[in-house]
């Protein structure tokens, strides 16, 4: 899976996707800090990689363009710091094999992830 994570993610996240074997970037390698959620979206689509964020915005169905969207992670975490974001991912990379997650908006707490669909009421 290719994977871009976003400014609000601790590097240590899209290192560890890495080791487990996906093509991932960051917003920060690519100098895109600050730049527009439209921006960050519209990267993502022509890159053809999934966003991972903490910014709730992304978990605004309505941004999300079924034609074009390769998909959302949004870690909606209680803590945001590093060790928090690491462990959120360790338990969706499992998922990333068996469920549905292009086109798909993911909404990642500390106990379950929420799957919804693109213009789809929640499917998990």
């Known amino acids: 899976m290719r994977f871009k994570t976003d400014e609000n993610i601790h590097p240590a996240v899209a290192a560890f996707l890495q080791r487990c074997g996906h093509d991932t970037l960051t917003v920060w390698d690519q100098g895109m800090r600050g730049a ?3 921006r960050v979206l519209d ?4 890159e053809a990689r999934v966003l991972i964020t903490m910014d709730l915005d992304f978990a605004d169905v309505r941004l999300m363009r079924s034609d074009s ?5 949004v870690l909606r975490l209680n803590r945001q710091d590093r ?4 462990e959120a991912i360790k338990r969706v990379v499992p998922l990333v094999e068996s469920q549905p997650l292009l086109q798909h908006l993911w909404v990642v707490d500390e106990r379950r992830v ?4 693109a213009l ?3 499917i998990q």
């Open 36 to 38: 527009s959620d439209t």
């Open 43 to 46: 990267t993502c689509c022509r």
């Open 69 to 73: 969207s390769t998909g959302t992670i």
């Open 83 to 86: 060790t928090s974001a690491l």
């Open 114 to 117: 929420r799957i919804r669909g």
């Open 120 to 122: 789809s009421p929640p």
